[in-house]
T-cell receptor, first 122, second 115 residues
Framework: GAVVSQHPSRVICKSGTSVKIECRSL??????MFWYRQFPKQSLMLMAT?????????EQGVEKDKFLINHASLTLSTLTVTSAHPEDSSFYIC??????????????????FGPGTRLTVL | AQTVTQSQPEMSVQEAETVTLSCTYD???????LFWYKQPPSRQMILVIR??????QNATENRFSVNFQKAAKSFSLKISDSQLGDAAMYFC????????????FGAGTRLTVKP
């Protein structure tokens, strides 16, 4: 099946620094990638949708200036947590649906998830 | 907005027995997708099974099957012959067909499998 990687898998940083998390689709192209946040023992909450070649779409309540998203290519999206604070500590997961050929019928419904990145801000 | 509800925070099953995890959702759309994902301690999300709303037949994947009741907006997961490796968090998820952004997750059910 399709593979999505994330890097780093774990990062610890000091308060006030910025952290970049990469999400890559290894064997397929993705015009859209999704970024989720998961607090301990909670569900995944969609933060934003990364769109290749255009601005990301943020969910209500997510600060776009704090969580910078760049969809640099059809296989790479990055999430940068700027001026991180302890309350930003969480598990960040990306996912990507494979790009659907225009000649196909229904839009693909499958999303492939990365292994996640655990961010700890001291 | 669509919401997904999993009313069972925790469930337990004896190895080799059958367990059913419940999920209900709320939507005004007629075409959508429903999923069950498994999240083991590694935190990697693993797709267990998916159902397209326009299909009346319940999806089945080996020991995993769903009971999809569209009118009742219910989407339960049945795990037969439970194995120790089935222990994990299970999330029910809804995805709109028309809106590419709209994938919503339930709160999750933690499944314990007793040997």
């Amino acid at each position: 099946g399709a593979v999505v990687s994330q890097h780093p898998s774990r990062v610890i940083c000091k308060s006030g620094t910025s952290v970049k998390i990469e999400c890559r689709s290894l064997d397929f192209q993705a015009t859209t990638m999704f970024w989720y946040r998961q607090f301990p023992k909670q569900s995944l909450m969609l933060m934003a949708t990364s769109n290749e070649g255009s601005k990301a779409t943020y969910e209500q309540g997510v600060e776009k200036d704090k969580f910078l998203i760049n969809h640099a290519s059809l296989t790479l999206s990055t999430l940068t947590v700027t001026s991180a604070h302890p309350e930003d500590s969480s598990f960040y997961i990306c996912s990507a649906p494979p790009r659907t050929p225009r000649t196909s019928g229904r839009r693909t419904d499958t999303q492939y998830f990365g292994p996640g990145t655990r961010l700890t801000v001291l | 907005a669509q919401t997904v509800t999993q009313s069972q925070p925790e469930m337990s099953v004896q190895e080799a027995e059958t367990v059913t995890l419940s999920c209900t959702y709320d939507t005004s759309e007629s075409d959508y997708y429903l999923f069950w994902y498994k999240q083991p301690p590694s935190r990697q999300m693993i797709l267990v099974i998916r159902q397209e709303a326009y299909k009346q037949q319940n999806a089945t994947e080996n020991r995993f099957s769903v009971n999809f009741q569209k009118a009742a907006k219910s989407f339960s997961l049945k795990i037969s012959d439970s194995q120790l490796g089935d222990a994990a968090m299970y999330f029910c998820a809804y995805r709109s067909y028309n809106n590419n952004n709209d994938m919503r997750f339930g709160a999750g059910t933690r499944l314990t499998v007793k040997p």
